[in-house]
């Protein structure tokens, strides 16, 4: 979804009814690409261990850099998330996950199920309709859906537990009356300031 604005459309407590109207969404898109985003914060071993059975290829790294004491190096991260003990992956979280070619309609509600208390992100990419009556046209390169979990920013960065929020996507220019349009079908409303989507 690039450098889009972000409009929040939609705030609960249920991550499932997120969800739903993540979906519901996602249906509005004249086109829907075929790849989904998928990432999250991962603070426990029990986070760590369901995101590797759910999706195991996907990519883990450190939330934050360490350093070689010595050299200053930075460290990569280097387990198996599959095949590591509990005491080597407790001595790494919180880890961050990420997986950008999730086929879509393969794992999403799975996803979201399996997140703990830290925060992620799924990201539907598409393109809207143009309604060229009412100014407002598409951008295949902004336009799309993102549900996120544990947190009441676009950009996941600050951790909201047990607040899930649901953002429309649009042109790097934004269109609000799109997004309040988007908002209204499916019984929602703008509610708060843009944000710079990711």
């Known amino acids: 979804m690039g450098n889009s604005v972000?409009?929040?459309?939609?705030?609960?407590?249920?991550?499932?009814?997120?969800?739903?109207?993540?979906?519901?969404?996602?249906?509005?898109?004249?086109?829907?690409?075929?790849?989904?985003?998928?990432?999250?914060?991962?603070?426990?071993?029990?986070?760590?261990?369901?995101?590797?059975?759910?999706?195991?290829?996907?990519?883990?790294?450190?939330?934050?850099?360490?350093?070689?004491?010595?050299?200053?190096?930075?460290?990569?991260?280097?387990?198996?998330?599959?095949?590591?003990?509990?005491?080597?992956?407790?001595?790494?979280?919180p880890l961050d996950f990420s997986c950008t070619d999730l086929p879509a309609g393969v794992a999403e509600e799975e996803f979201v199920r399996a997140v703990g208390a830290g925060p992620a992100s799924v990201?539907?990419?598409?393109?809207?309709?143009?309604?060229?009556?009412?100014?407002?046209?598409?951008?295949?390169?902004?336009?799309g859906v993102q549900l996120v979990l544990n947190s009441d920013e676009c950009e996941w960065s600050r951790q909201v537990s047990g607040v899930h929020t649901v953002y429309v996507h649009v042109t790097s220019l934004g269109d609000p009356g799109r997004a309040e349009r988007l908002a209204a079908a499916i019984g929602g409303s703008v509610l708060g300031e843009p944000e710079r989507g990711c």
């Open 6 to 93: 972000a409009y929040p459309v939609h705030r609960t407590t249920d991550p499932v009814e997120a969800y739903a109207r993540a979906r519901l969404l996602c249906g509005l898109l004249e086109r829907r690409y075929e790849r989904v985003r998928v990432g999250a914060e991962l603070s426990t071993v029990a986070d760590v261990r369901r995101m590797a059975a759910l999706l195991p290829d996907a990519v883990y790294d450190r939330t934050q850099v360490r350093e070689d004491p010595v050299t200053g190096a930075i460290l990569p991260f280097e387990a198996d998330v599959r095949t590591a003990t509990d005491a080597e992956l407790a001595a790494e979280v």
């Open 123 to 143: 990201g539907w990419e598409g393109r809207w309709p143009d309604e060229p009556e009412l100014g407002s046209y598409a951008s295949p390169k902004y336009d």
